[in-house]
Nanobody, 125 residues
Framework: QVQLVESGGGSVQGGGSLRLSCAAS????????MGWFRQAPGKEREGVAT?????????TYAASVKGRFTISQDNAKNTLYLQMNYLKPEDTAMYYC?????????????????WGQGTQVTVSS
């Protein structure tokens, strides 16, 4: 049974930083696609960053967060992270961690089959 548990969300002023964590159980981080996604009220869910087990594919970021956010993983802790710097009010959303054990390719576009419950990030101006 795959379980993903996010933590680290909160309220921060614009320009601040947060680090989100996604602790996995029943699944080994680093063996396939994982990603962070977010959904703001009244908007569709969107991709934020993904990471592949394939060194060829590596990491992918949404244009809106590139240069500000960094996705990483700690295999020893079986945890995925999202370091978010220079936060903006438009980053306010529920952030979700996702994993797809079926493949380590095409991580940005594939339909993820395991999701966490989400952690709220609120950025004030």
């Amino acid at each position: 049974q795959v379980q993903l548990v996010e933590s680290g969300g909160g309220s921060v002023q614009g320009g601040g930083s947060l680090r989100l964590s996604c602790a996995a159980s029943g699944y080994t981080v680093g063996t396939s696609c994982m990603g962070w996604f977010r959904q703001a009220p009244g908007k569709e869910r969107e991709g934020v960053a993904t990471i592949s087990s394939s060194s060829y594919e590596g990491t992918t970021y949404a244009a809106s967060v590139k240069g500000r956010f960094t996705i990483s993983q700690d295999n020893a802790k079986n945890t995925l992270y999202l370091q978010m710097n220079y936060l903006k009010p438009e980053d306010t959303a529920m952030y979700y961690c996702a994993a797809d054990p079926r493949s380590g390719r095409y991580c940005w576009t594939r339909p993820y089959n395991y999701w966490g419950q989400g952690t709220q990030v609120t950025v004030s101006s």
